[in-house]
């Protein structure tokens, strides 16, 4: 079992920063690729980025690739989402999710493929 709490999330002008991050129980930590996905209202949950259980390989989508970055600490049982250049589109709530890579049939899956979620964080970017 796999317990994940995301944190950072807030009200933020367009242009801004911020960092969130998503704490992991259990001693396996380094076992689980790592997700973030976010969910507007009224909208399908969205893929945002992965990162590989080393942490070497990363995954992002076309609309945030160069604006957001994914990493981890297997130290630490975290993994962070960096988010740069944000826009009023960003706006939503954002999960992180832990998926064994054996799971499907790419190591970052789709969203279906996780098994484990936080609660979510919102974040809110005003223009």
């Known amino acids: 079992q796999v317990q994940l709490v995301e944190s950072g999330g807030g009200l933020v002008q367009a242009g801004g920063s911020l960092r969130l991050s998503c704490a992991a129980s259990?001693?396996?930590?380094?076992?689980?690729?790592m997700g973030w996905f976010r969910q507007a209202p009224g909208k399908e949950r969205e893929f945002v980025a992965a990162?590989?259980?080393?942490?070497?390989?990363?995954y992002y989508p076309d609309s945030v690739k160069g604006r957001f970055t994914i990493s981890r600490d297997n130290a630490k049982n975290t993994a962070y989402l960096q988010m740069n250049s944000l826009k009023p589109e960003d706006t939503a709530v954002y999960l992180c999710?832990?998926?064994?890579?054996?799971?499907?049939?790419?190591?970052?899956?789709?969203?279906?493929?996780?098994?484990?979620w936080g609660q979510g964080t919102q974040v809110t970017v005003s223009s």
């Open positions: 259990g001693p396996t930590f380094s076992i689980y690729a």
């Open positions: 990162v590989s259980g080393s942490g070497g390989s990363t």
């Open positions: 999710a832990a998926k064994r890579a054996s799971v499907g049939s790419t190591w970052y899956g789709p969203w279906y493929e996780y098994g484990y």
